[in-house]
């Protein structure tokens, strides 16, 4: 499907230098600002204290967050757990300060905040097991807020997060790198790759400078920009295979800024409604999501942009040619066969 159709090629590897020049620039800023600033890790990579509380009514994410805050906890995750009565809390690791007392802490806090008094009974299970339960409760003894489970994230279990989170990211870049050089050529493999890891390190350089909370769920969606991307690239490496067996007499700039342009209205059709749901997200989705929302909306941006000007002007300049994706048709010997 079209929405317009252009009739003549947009010279885009008439301008790869400077545009390539722009792609450097920025990677290099990004690689700067990880370098210097750092990436700013959530509760699931540095450790911390993970509480659910649960609410009779919709939580006040806002009151809880500024709540948190004003007793000390710098950067509090509360996110919806399930219902909007659930709550989630990640509070990253305070020094000086036992899991105990963290939760404790964080616990009166919230119990202050709703005009309540914490209050520890003993309740019996399905299994008959006798076990405390924390709650809120106000004057007239009616519970405002529950304390559901309490759990404790220690710095070992942050670090194997982080391992594991570097050998998913490997794992994809080396199945993507396979991938295509089985599908296309070795020289499209290398510049698909490139390209994407410009992706990656441009979306993590803004969270480093802007000093955004990375977490599991932005992990994630740098993932799913990797394969977005790779998709991208892979409409247009097929393109310009096509176009090679059609059009002999085209060079090799000229077949990819053909190839390009056919493909621009199914890529606007296709990162413009990616994009309006994603900037949904990001607009609606509320804090749980904003990050992750941020993530994909920088990668969807980015990932258009380095399919177009870096991964196939880095194949041109890799020496790209019609020989290496159209083999040539072997002409029939008319003395084949058996020779009397």
């Known amino acids: ?118 209050q520890v009974t003993q309740v019996q299970t399905d299994k008959g097991q006798t076990v405390a339960r924390t709650s809120c409760v106000n004057a007239a003894g009616q519970e405002l807020v529950s304390l559901q489970r309490v759990e404790y994230v220690g710095p070992a279990v942050g670090k194997e997060l982080q391992e594991n989170g570097l050998n998913a990211l490997l794992m994809v870049v080396i199945g993507v790198v396979v991938y295509l050089a089985i599908r296309f050529e070795w020289k499209f493999a290398v510049s698909a790759i490139i390209a994407n890891l410009h992706d990656v390190v441009i979306i993590l350089g803004f969270f480093a400078f802007f000093e955004w909370e990375f977490s599991l769920t932005v992990l994630a969606a740098i993932l799913a920009v990797l394969g977005y991307s790779v998709n991208e690239s892979v409409v247009i490496f097929d393109r310009i295979r096509e176009m090679f067996r059609k059009q002999r007499k085209m060079t090799v700039p000229q077949v990819i800024d053909h190839a390009i342009t056919s493909t621009i209205s199914r890529t606007i059709i296709t990162h413009g409604s990616t994009q309006i749901m994603v900037l949904s997200m990001l607009l609606f989705g509320g804090p749980a999501l904003h990050y992750f929302a941020m993530a994909l909306t920088i990668g969807i941006c980015f990932g258009i942009y380095s399919s177009v000007f870096v991964a196939a002007a880095l194949a041109m300049w890799l020496g790209v040619k019609r020989e290496d994706l159209v083999k040539p048709v072997k002409e029939k010997d008319e003395t084949d066969g058996a020779v009397v």
């Open 1 to 118: 499907m079209e929405f317009f159709k252009i009739k003549r090629d947009i010279p885009f590897m008439r301008h790869a230098v400077i545009l390539n020049v722009i792609s450097i620039v920025t990677f290099l800023a990004a690689v700067f600002f990880l370098a210097t600033k750092g990436l700013h890790y959530s509760v699931e990579f540095t450790g911390g204290t993970l509480m659910e509380l649960h609410y009779p009514h919709a939580a006040d994410q806002e009151k809880i967050r500024a709540t948190l805050r004003g007793v000390g906890f710098e950067a509090p995750e509360v996110t919806s757990f399930g219902t909007a009565q659930d709550v989630l809390l990640r509070l990253p690791i305070a020094e000086g300060s036992a899991q105990a007392d963290t939760s404790s802490r964080a616990f009166t806090a919230v119990c202050a905040s709703e005009q309540g008094t914490p």
